[in-house]
């Protein structure tokens, strides 16, 4: 178990530091850096001036290199636009976010594993074809139609829920519904598949013909086999969820990572699109990496593979 852990970690470091490296020279490459701190009404002699102070002179390699070792410090400079630390800045956007995403993924979760396995059980049934339909339904809904009809219908008209904000834990209840929708349908989807290709197996029938309950045959033997490959998806989708919480944060108006990155990006602040870019590909190397290790825990066959 120790040397898969280590194989899954060595490459994991890998994948992060070619992520960084692709998204500091793409981000340095799509313009002059030093024209977009400055404005467009400043003279050539205020650019040049602007590219020493930053470093901007000097060579691509070697502004990595220094960016590089203040990520090893926790240092990710500071923000053109903000004027602050831009550790500081995300070390007060990011709690939001991966609370959004960590209630939408519950959520998620709460509603499609035991529909998929209600879809499995009833296969054919009513209930599966209803399941289906949801799974459709889920998928054709665009998150920020979804997340501005719940404003209208739970906040506007009903009056029920916050429209917008952070505050309190009612403001995370419609982003959190906006957000999980999306992933219900793949969840709900995978588990169906996987309860049914193990409701088929032997073992499944031995448990059936010795007399054990449905519920202990279902909860106990089919569900941890079939719960093998949701685990992974439930990573890889908290991962979409972290990244994609800009347009969910957006409409809710949330002061989280996703409505810093939309501001850095119209504001063209490098730094802070960088340090972004950064933490969110490392969250999803990191859950996709503990995804791996549930999943030997699970199945011994995947480590000793």
Known sequence: MLAFGIRRLTISL???????????????????????????????????????????DRPLVEQYLNWAWGVLRFDFGTSFY??????????????????????????ALIISVPLGVLA?????????????MFCVLG??????????????????????LPVSGSGTWAHFVLPSVALG???????????RNGMLDVLASDYIRTARAKGLRMPTVLFKHAL???????????????????GGSIVVEAVFSMEGLGQLAWQSIARQDFPVVQA??????????????LADILNAILDPRIRIA
């Open 139 to 160: 998928q054709a809904l665009p998150t920020f139609w979804l997340g501005l009809s719940l404003i209208i219908v739970f906040s506007v008209t009903l009056r029920w």
């Open 181 to 191: 929708w999306y992933a219900i349908p793949a969840v709900m989807r995978l588990t």
């Open 224 to 242: 941890r086999n079939a719960m093998i490959p949701v685990v992974a998806l439930a990573a890889v989708q908290f991962g979409f969820m972290l």
């Open 82 to 107: 903000f004027r602050d630390q831009v550790t500081t800045l995300i070390a007060q956007r990011l709690p939001v976010t991966l609370a959004l995403g960590g209630i939408s993924l519950l959520l």
């Open 276 to 289: 972004i870019v950064l933490v969110l590909a490392v969250l999803y190397i990191g859950l996709t990496l």
């Open 14 to 56: 890998c994948v992060a530091l070619t992520v960084s490296i692709v998204a500091f020279f793409l981000l340095h490459m799509s313009g002059d850096i030093a024209q977009a701190i400055a404005g467009t009404d400043a003279t050539p002699e205020q650019v040049s001036q602007i590219r020493v102070q930053f470093g901007l």
């Open 120 to 132: 499995a059980v009833k296969q054919g049934g009513w209930i599966d074809r209803a399941a289906l």
